[in-house]
């Protein structure tokens, strides 16, 4: 490559989900670190995206999505947060809803529409590592604010004093990666406020939104009217229904930004994966009930993890939602938590998420001052789960 060729990401490096997941495979490590389901996606949408390919379904599908998939979402959204709406507030699908190659394309096209150069975009740390890659194509300037152990709280004061003339948008993830936080109807509320106060927007990830544990509600962006009108709202099938390869999510909208939003998605993928439209149309009609109960099955999870790992020398610290929990490793070793990951890989043979690589590179110092925290997925098999607990609580 030409020595005057200069990067748009300089200091970009391998994502750490990757990078963890590639040294669990080197090392044979359980793989507790990335967060992918290790059970298989349900038969019932397994046959459906058969079928529909052997019937030949296998053209592009209108840019926006299939509008059989397309109504079947907006069906979901009414059941889950819409139910007390008026009609004339409540979300239509055909309009605000965009089918997308999976949650990433969604928040990048989401933040291309936002974005300008000199933006400034409000996001928590630990943060999900696309966003400010995305915003930084976009030309804008991140602004982080920390979010501290172990409650992972949003200090809204300290929002409220980081907006300034050049803030455009604010990011929220419920339920949070990686720490497993919620957001409460106060957070949605105040965060409604501060948007109606600065004129502000929000790209919502709710990726885990239907994984939200000990009877708490999800705070949807989609149940406050006011709070949508200037949101864009990300969600993914693949986290759903366990088909995570499949690369399925969608983006809701209300009219005007799902306009915008669309113009830009044409020219991403255009189209997403027809066949497994189908499918999941299928699926969100015949099996609504895989949605209901899916709290439920992760958080039996959940619980056979925490139980499991009670004689060991890790503190827990609260799961509230998603498929993660946050394990503080203190009492163990004085390693940071990326080397502690390393470490724990190759030599004890669990593979965990290190929470520092999720936290800006200027800050990463002083938080391994701090924190000795990591990251366990537990979308796993139950004997994968007692299996690497057994071996956690012998450290």
């Known amino acids: 490559m030409s020595s005057s060729f200069t990067s748009k990401l300089p200091n970009l490096d391998t994502s750490i989900f990757t990078e963890m997941s590639m040294m669990a495979n080197q090392h044979q490590a359980i793989n507790l670190s990335q967060g992918f389901p290790e059970f298989d996606t349900p038969a019932f949408l397994k046959d459906k995206i058969n079928q529909a390919i052997s019937e030949g379904k296998n053209q592009y599908s209108p840019s926006n999505g299939l509008p059989d998939l397309l109504t079947q979402i907006a069906a979901m959204i009414h059941r889950q947060y819409q139910t007390d709406l008026p009609a004339e507030q409540k979300l239509d699908g055909l309009n605000n809803v965009t089918i997308t190659s999976g949650a990433t394309e969604a928040l990048w096209v989401a933040i291309q529409v936002l974005v300008r150069p000199n933006d400034e975009v409000i996001i928590f740390d630990p943060a999900y590592d696309s966003y400010e890659p995305a915003?930084?194509?976009?030309?804008?300037?991140?602004?982080?604010?920390?979010?501290?152990?172990?409650?992972?709280?949003?200090?809204?004061?300290?929002?409220?004093?980081?907006?300034?003339?050049?803030?455009?948008?604010?990011?929220?993830?419920?339920?949070?990666?990686?720490?497993?936080?919620?957001?409460?109807?106060s957070d949605l509320n105040t965060l409604q406020s501060l948007v109606e106060k600065y004129n502000l927007y929000v790209i919502s990830d709710e990726v885990y939104e239907h994984m939200t544990f000990d009877g708490l509600r999800h705070e949807s962006v989609l149940r406050y009217p006011q709070l949508f009108k200037r949101a864009f709202v990300v969600s993914s099938f693949g986290k759903t229904f366990h088909c995570t390869g499949w690369k399925m999510g969608y983006c809701a909208a209300p009219d005007e930004l799902s306009s915008e939003f669309r113009k830009i998605h044409q020219y991403v993928t255009f189209c997403s994966f027809t066949p497994a439209q189908i499918a999941i149309a299928q699926m969100l009609k015949e099996q609504p009930s895989h949605i209901t109960e899916l709290a439920g099955f992760y958080q039996q999870k959940r619980d056979l993890l925490i139980n499991a790992l009670k004689g060991s020398r890790f503190t827990l610290l609260p799961s509230k939602?998603?498929?993660?929990?946050?394990?503080?490793?203190?009492?163990i070793s004085s390693l940071n938590d990326r080397e502690f990951c390393e470490w724990l890989t190759k030599e004890v043979g669990v593979a965990a998420i290190p929470l520092s690589p999720l936290y800006p590179a200027e800050q990463r110092e002083a938080y391994h001052q701090s924190n000795k925290i990591i990251r366990l997925c537990f979308a796993k098999n139950d004997n994968t789960l007692l299996k690497a607990a057994g071996i956690l609580c012998q450290l």
């Open 135 to 185: 915003i930084e194509l976009a030309g804008g300037v991140c602004r982080h604010i920390a979010l501290d152990a172990p409650s992972y709280a949003i200090n809204w004061a300290r929002v409220e004093q980081t907006i300034n003339a050049n803030t455009r948008a604010i990011i929220i993830n419920s339920p949070h990666n990686p720490t497993g936080s919620i957001l409460s109807a």
């Open 321 to 331: 939602g998603t498929y993660f929990i946050l394990l503080d490793y203190s009492a």
